[in-house]
């Protein structure tokens, strides 16, 4: 388990201290995570064992609750960081002007700091952007 706490995780949440995750983002970091535990516990989905039982079976935590912990750490460090530093100028910007027509697009700033959740109306994914030229970026 040293081997997933080390490379694994620390893989699957490379720079997730600053992510806006969707439910859809998070589905697919589970699904991850759960694909490797079960070949280290030595289990196929066709055993049809539930992931809170591998996960007890293991002594894993939850890939949502070690994002939520990474989240929380760099909030905390934002907060200690002095006024001059870039990412605190970041955090604390605000565009002049009028934003272009159309639906709001996602924004790091519409999740809470403090959990890491994203807004009730930022957790739809928006993929049909894309495919849409009147959005504009």
Known sequence: MKFYKIVARTSLLYGSETWVTTKRDMTLLEAAEMRFLRSVAGYTRLDKIRSEV?????????IQDVRLKYKQNWSNHLER???????KH???YKPRGRRDRGPPRKRWQCVDAGTG??????????DDDDDDPSVHA
């Open 117 to 126: 959740q994203t807004t009730q109306s930022m957790e739809e994914d928006d």
């Open 54 to 62: 591998i996960r007890k079976e293991l002594e894993i935590s939850g």
């Open 81 to 87: 960081m002095d006024n001059t530093r870039f990412p």
């Open 90 to 92: 970041a955090l604390n």
